[in-house]
């Protein structure tokens, strides 16, 4: 097919045959994420000002941002945002963040974003409770990204400090690509835009790596951004003291009943005590889970089944969710 560009539509989106993976994979249809997503945020009155929508070269990974109008901030507008795939290399994600009025860089807390569904059994109606809970508790959350804003314009970070977290960002948690790392330099030095607060503070640094990320791939954007906020925060002391519940899906029964499951926090601890190396650990190890259908009589594996296996194993063998490799995915894109 031709090369396609970062930025697509709802209607190319919907446009794209479905997968036929068998067994007990269970699709989740962009188009079935997207009318969900806008119908629950109009329910909730919240009204989006603009769609986003990216994906690779042939549709198969896809991710959608909502800008919505809010006047809680000055400097801030509510989004929220999800990510997708066909291909078995991503669950579905979504979260709600905030997005910077000047530049468009997008903050999502380290939390936000965290629940992700495998493709199989109830998959479906689990991401629709999850898009549903996120969006109930939009207002609430979005307080929390403006709160942690105003701690970071009072915290100071001098250049060592700088370099010394781009470079574990890069080197150790491999959650920057070179690109962003040269992007981010640039920044430095000559900043795109004004974020209202000294040039040293923690606001302005973090927006130069949120502005790099803007050149994430829509199979590792949403990660990224989460787990870079998971990392400043943890290094310069911004805690998750917040009463505000976060909610996770559950199962059918919840969607059915409108009863969420509700977790609630404990101060200052990270969200379902996962660390971050941990966390990182999770994501890189999703990329190549393979879900296996059996017989469960005897456990024996087709033939099908193992070439299928082989296939994925092949095709994600060099991609490295949080790595270099995330250069070679940017060829997809003519941004």
């Given at each position: 097919?031709?090369?396609?560009?970062?930025?697509?539509?709802?209607?190319?989106?919907?446009?794209?045959?479905?997968?036929?993976?068998?067994?007990?994979?269970?699709v989740?249809?962009?188009?079935?994420?997207?009318?969900?997503?806008l119908?629950?945020?109009?329910?909730?009155?919240?009204?989006?000002?603009?769609?986003?929508?990216?994906?690779?070269?042939?549709?198969?990974?896809?991710?959608?941002?909502?800008?919505?109008?809010?006047?809680?901030?000055?400097?801030l507008?509510?989004?929220?945002?999800?990510?997708?795939?066909?291909?078995?290399?991503?669950?579905f994600?979504?979260?709600?963040?905030?997005?910077?009025?000047?530049?468009?860089?997008?903050?999502?807390?380290?939390?936000?974003?965290?629940?992700?569904?495998?493709?199989?059994?109830?998959?479906?109606?689990?991401?629709?409770?999850?898009?549903?809970?996120?969006?109930?508790?939009?207002?609430?959350?979005?307080?929390?990204?403006?709160?942690?804003?105003?701690?970071?314009?009072?915290?100071?970070?001098?250049?060592?400090e700088?370099?010394?977290?781009?470079?574990?960002?890069?080197?150790?948690?491999?959650?920057?690509?070179?690109?962003?790392?040269?992007?981010?330099?640039?920044?430095?030095?000559?900043?795109?835009?004004?974020?209202?607060?000294?040039?040293?503070?923690?606001?302005?640094?973090?927006?130069?790596?949120?502005?790099?990320?803007?050149?994430?791939?829509?199979?590792?954007?949403?990660?990224?951004?989460?787990?870079?906020?998971?990392?400043?925060?943890?290094?310069?002391?911004?805690?998750?003291?917040?009463?505000?519940?976060?909610?996770?899906?559950?199962?059918e029964?919840?969607?059915?009943?409108?009863?969420?499951?509700?977790?609630?926090?404990?101060?200052?601890?990270?969200?379902?005590q996962?660390?971050?190396?941990?966390?990182?650990?999770?994501?890189?190890?999703?990329?190549?889970?393979?879900?296996?259908?059996?017989?469960?009589?005897?456990?024996?594996?087709?033939?099908?089944?193992?070439?299928?296996?082989?296939?994925?194993?092949?095709?994600?063998?060099?991609?490295?969710?949080?790595?270099?490799?995330?250069?070679?995915?940017?060829?997809?894109?003519?941004?």
């Amino acid at each position: 097919m031709p090369r396609r560009t970062g930025t697509t539509t709802k209607e190319y989106l919907a446009s794209i045959p479905l997968p036929q993976h068998g067994g007990r994979y269970t699709v989740i249809p962009h188009k079935f994420i997207i009318d969900n997503a806008l119908s629950e945020l109009a329910k909730q009155g919240l009204n989006v000002e603009t769609e986003l929508y990216r994906c690779s070269l042939d549709g198969n990974v896809a991710s959608g941002v909502y800008y919505i109008q809010n006047n809680q901030d000055p400097e801030l507008g509510m989004m929220f945002s999800w990510s997708n795939s066909y291909d078995k290399t991503m669950k579905f994600k979504c979260a709600v963040g905030a997005y910077v009025q000047t530049s468009k860089n997008l903050i999502i807390k380290r939390d936000m974003g965290s629940y992700g569904r495998k493709h199989t059994g109830n998959a479906d109606s689990e991401a629709l409770l999850t898009i549903v809970d996120q969006i109930q508790y939009a207002s609430q959350n979005f307080a929390r990204i403006v709160d942690d804003k105003e701690k970071m314009k009072l915290i100071t970070v001098s250049k060592e400090e700088a370099s010394d977290c781009v470079g574990r960002l890069f080197l150790d948690k491999e959650l920057l690509t070179t690109e962003q790392l040269s992007i981010i330099k640039l920044q430095l030095k000559k900043p795109s835009f004004d974020y209202l607060s000294a040039a040293d503070s923690l606001w302005v640094f973090y927006n130069h790596i949120s502005f790099a990320l803007q050149k994430a791939h829509p199979k590792t954007w949403l990660d990224q951004q989460r787990l870079v906020n998971w990392f400043l925060c943890d290094r310069f002391g911004i805690n998750l003291s917040y009463s505000v519940p976060v909610v996770v899906a559950s199962t059918e029964t919840d969607l059915i009943n409108n009863d969420a499951l509700q977790i609630e926090q404990e101060p200052e601890s990270p969200y379902r005590q996962i660390t971050l190396e941990e966390s990182i650990a999770e994501i890189e190890a999703e990329q190549v889970s393979v879900e296996v259908e059996v017989k469960d009589s005897d456990y024996v594996v087709s033939v099908e089944e193992v070439a299928e296996v082989q296939d994925f194993t092949a095709e994600v063998d060099d991609f490295n969710l949080l790595g270099a490799s995330n250069n070679n995915m940017m060829e997809d894109f003519d941004l």
